[in-house]
């Protein structure tokens, strides 16, 4: 296809962007290329998903969404596409596919594999957890579905620390990649054992080069990613994920820059940041650069490479990605929520009690149910105490999500008695809540016994604690609604009382979606046959009677995703979840979860 004017005036403004990493002699053959695959994905319902290290080209001419590891799964858990592109490696089609198992997942070329992906094997793994039992398993999203299938919870470059902090282990098993263990190990007092895997890209880069650059370049400033050796880390002035580092750059402006990391990366952050100068003696690796527009358009054309795993393998695998989306919501705000709950047990005075103990000697305390449960919050309790003194050991005794029994165990603690004492209330409480709404919501999951249906929480949560109790629902082998209002589009009884229109509302909303789901709530037969048909995706039935839901599921499950909520209760769900509606939203295993009894005992 030649540059025509019809492709020069869809594809300039792309050139126009990205003119200064890809000369015009090259652009001439991307142009015709991009607008095809640009055109073709629309006809498909396609999506293309670019990770930061694809060329130029790749990342700004045809991406629909580009991005690093982590928002790349998280995307393509969201998207409404049927068919999934991955610019990217084998393991990231593979974590498309267990993100959206129901949709088409293509690779444009199959051999694009990657160095530490192909260092370890799910039989490897298991070898590890039988020498280490007990011991919690993080392995790196650069693994594959197998690896992936053996693991507790996975992580990327950008949330390491934060997922092994989060087990509350005090040792973990970390794979595969050596130099992001050692990185880890610096950053958090959990002992690490390491795997042997290297990035073909990062273990490039010596020191020696890294201080040539900065001699040759004063005032330069050399940002490096955690997967290159701990001496070129120290020699960098900032080390983050390869989100952290797109970040840095455009936060910080520095007048020049080396980004320690693969060369597209380099190129497409110095689009986005024109006026910074970028010095770039990278590396390229060598599976990404196999991703080009021509196998793009074949793969789309076609429909070729599928990306197929055994639906086995996808429960197992898919469940540790789940864990490490999940664990993302848990940033500072849970760290203020932590700390807010100890500030309101000591303002004005502290602990006017405990500080009149003569001795404030080692103890030995134990944190014991006083319920059958199932136990989460571990990870929160430990921080707690953590708060109070750092010193504080924190022995785990079982895992959150774990079914227990009365009488358990569940942590041992070793610090200074007046530091444990401050901390024990708060503690307790956090189990309380995150135990208590774990346990409810398995009692759902378990009464209707359906795999074809979810149970899920909705957005009636106590203020400021929906991240934790939503992380007690997913404990409890329930889902996540929508986390806040701009998740998802909700059309709900208000929203359609005060357009007046039902039918214009939609096809509104529709027109104007913006890649969000569209879930439409309606409370009778009547303003169902007012919108069905039109293209959203989901219908909310809510407070119906059965007789009503189950004419309503009839007519709607060919087109929507079918959804029940109002009035549920352990007494009618299984009559709900007969009707053959694929999810069941319940405000109550949130709102009104009976907390758990924990006492510590010394």
Known sequence: MELNTEIKVSTDPIFNKISKVVPEIEW????????????LKKEKNAVILAHNYQTPEIYHGIADFAADSLALAIEASKTKADIIIMCG???????????????????????????????????DVRLLKKKYPGVPVVSYINTSAEVKAETDVCCTSANAVKVVESLGAKKVIFLPDKYLAKYVTKNTDVE????KGT??????????????????NPGIIVIAHPECPPDVINAADFAGSTSGMSEYVKKNQPKKVMMVTECSMSDNVQVENPKVQFIKPCNLCPYMKKITLPKILDCLENESNEIIIPGNLIKKAKLSVEKMTLIGRWSSNVIDILKQAILEDLRPSGDVTSKHIKNNKLIKAKIISNENCIIGGLSLAKKVFKFSDKKIIFKLKTKDGRKINKGKVVAIIYGKSKAILKSERVALNFLSLVSGVATITNKFVKKINNKSCKILCTRKTTPNLRTIQKYGVKLGGGHNHRFNLSDEILIKDNHIAIDGNINQLVKRTIKNKKGKKITVEVDNLNQLKKIIGLKF?????????????????????KLYETEASGGVTLKN??????????????GTITHSAPAINFKLEI
């Not at 995706?537 to 499950?557: A, H, P, Q």
């Not at 769900?573 to 999810?583: H, L, N, P, Q, W």
């Open 573 to 586: 769900i299984k009559k709900i979840s007969s009707t053959g509606v694929k999810r069941i939203s319940i």
């Open 199 to 216: 990035c073909v890209v990062h273990e490039q880069f010596t020191e020696k080069e890294i201080n040539e650059i900065k001699e040759q």
């Open 192 to 195: 690490i054992i390491s795997w």
């Open 28 to 39: 001439k053959i991307h142009a015709p290329l991009i607008y095809k695959i640009n055109k």
């Open 89 to 123: 490696v084998h393991f990231m089609a593979e974590t498309a596919k267990l993100m959206s198992p129901q949709k088409k997942v293509l690779l444009p070329d199959m051999s694009a594999g990657c160095s530490l992906s192909s260092s370890i094997t799910g039989k």
């Open 537 to 557: 995706d989901r219908i909310l039935f809510d407070n119906m009677n059965l007789k009503n839901l189950k004419k309503g599921v009839k007519l709607s499950s």
